[in-house]
């Protein structure tokens, strides 16, 4: 790995758990050679991931807000921390079993896609352009 650690990216949700923590889940698995991820959600989202904090913050170098809540409650940023906004809307019919499986496919390419491109800036940061 030409880097000198994994990039550190927090996932944070301001309507539901359920999005962060996927993109979190899918990240720590398809893309572990160069990212480690968290999930958080403002607070008042009830579920089982944690709310954001400052240690949190601290931690990542990528905060990816996925709603408009979240986006609108984006913490100030200290220097060193990007931020990116994929909106991941709760979708018609939400208790709708086939909307959450649409949304985890969304989120998956999403976090797939983030992976490539890290995996493209490893190949071009050691000069091996796989060819």
Not at 12 to 35: E, I, S, T
Not at 44 to 61: F, N, Q, R, S
Request: some cysteine; aromatic content about 6%.
């Amino acid at each position: 790995m030409a880097y000198k650690r994994k990039a550190r990216i927090l996932f944070l949700g301001g309507l539901h758990p359920v999005p962060p923590n996927l993109a979190a889940h899918y990240a720590n698995r398809q893309g572990a050679d160069w990212m480690e991820a968290r999930a958080a959600v403002l607070p008042g989202v009830t579920g089982d991931v944690p709310v954001l904090g400052d240690d949190a913050l601290e931690w990542a170098d990528l905060l990816v807000t996925l709603d408009a809540a979240a986006l609108a409650a984006c913490p100030p940023l200290r220097p060193g921390l990007q931020h990116r906004h994929y909106p991941f809307e709760p979708l018609p019919g939400v208790a709708d079993k086939s909307a959450w499986t649409v949304l985890a496919g969304r989120i998956r390419e999403r976090v797939e896609g983030m992976a490539g491109g890290m995996q493209m800036m490893q190949r071009a940061s050691s000069g091996n352009d796989g060819l």
